[in-house]
């Protein structure tokens, strides 16, 4: 996968319902390519579908994470770009503080996990990253608004 593929898939996670035009416009590019690019990629597995993810989905990446990354200079788009075109990229979070962002990363098994920050780690502009396991999950329950 290029650095177009991945921009690809970020702008699908972001809006999987996008039509082809969105897309191409988006990403600057022409309608078919966009949709050869995206042949391409359900073709090799890299797109495995289109669908609706649940909470009740991520029990089939039950090793979760957050990884907390510093990033040099003002490539903060194009960073979050890459780290959303990574699949057990769940979610991308620009904050304040010591960190830039944040991934939520889900995969299948710890070996999985270590590949993934090994892949975040190499892209250009991360300069160190701080990764925490999510142990367990408890949620508030839900509150009356008065």
């Given at each position: 996968?290029?650095?177009?593929?991945?921009?690809?898939?970020?702008?699908?996670?972001?809006?999987?319902?996008?039509?082809?035009?969105?897309?191409?416009?988006?990403?600057?590019?022409?309608?078919?390519t966009v949709?050869?690019?995206?042949?391409?990629?359900?073709?090799?597995?890299?797109?495995?579908?289109?669908?609706?993810?649940?909470r009740g989905?991520?029990?089939?990446?039950?090793?979760?994470?957050?990884?907390?990354?510093?990033?040099?200079?003002?490539?903060?788009?194009?960073?979050?770009?890459?780290?959303?075109?990574?699949?057990?990229?769940?979610?991308?979070?620009?904050?304040?503080?010591?960190?830039?962002?944040?991934?939520?990363?889900?995969?299948?098994?710890?070996?999985?996990?270590?590949?993934?920050?090994?892949?975040?780690?190499?892209?250009?502009?991360?300069?160190?990253?701080?990764t925490n396991?999510?142990?367990?999950?408890?949620?508030?329950?839900?509150?009356?608004?008065?």
């Amino acid at each position: 996968m290029d650095d177009t593929d991945q921009a690809l898939i970020a702008e699908l996670r972001r809006d999987g319902r996008a039509s082809l035009s969105e897309l191409a416009g988006r990403l600057g590019l022409a309608r078919a390519t966009v949709r050869a690019r995206m042949e391409r990629l359900q073709a090799a597995g890299e797109i495995a579908g289109f669908t609706v993810v649940t909470r009740g989905d991520v029990a089939s990446a039950p090793v979760r994470a957050l990884m907390m990354i510093a990033i040099e200079g003002r490539g903060a788009e194009k960073t979050m770009a890459r780290l959303s075109g990574l699949p057990a990229v769940l979610a991308v979070h620009s904050t304040n503080g010591r960190w830039d962002l944040i991934a939520e990363i889900g995969t299948a098994s710890l070996p999985d996990l270590d590949d993934v920050m090994f892949r975040v780690r190499e892209i250009d502009g991360v300069v160190t990253s701080e990764t925490n396991l999510l142990l367990s999950t408890r949620r508030a329950a839900p509150r009356k608004i008065a």
